[in-house]
């Protein structure tokens, strides 16, 4: 029989820290500032829907994208005084 996992729908301050690489301290500023949904189930729980870490993460995808140079703009080796 096969096994199937299943996403959970919930993620905790610490599972999205660590998927980040970042301090549980950075997780409570983003949801602080809003830019992270988070649901406070009471005074010391809180959760991340995966569909808000997955939307803040689309988010990031297109900014960095969005920021990236484009290629025709970028200066060849000519153009900044180098020799090939």
Sequence with gaps: MTQTTVAPKYLTVAEVAAN???ARMTVYRLIK???LYAIRLNAKTIR????AYDDYMAGLNSAATASRPDDSRTPGPGQLGISA
């Design 20 to 22: 980040l690489r970042v």
């Design 33 to 35: 500032s809003g830019q």
């Design 48 to 51: 991340i829907p995966t569909e």
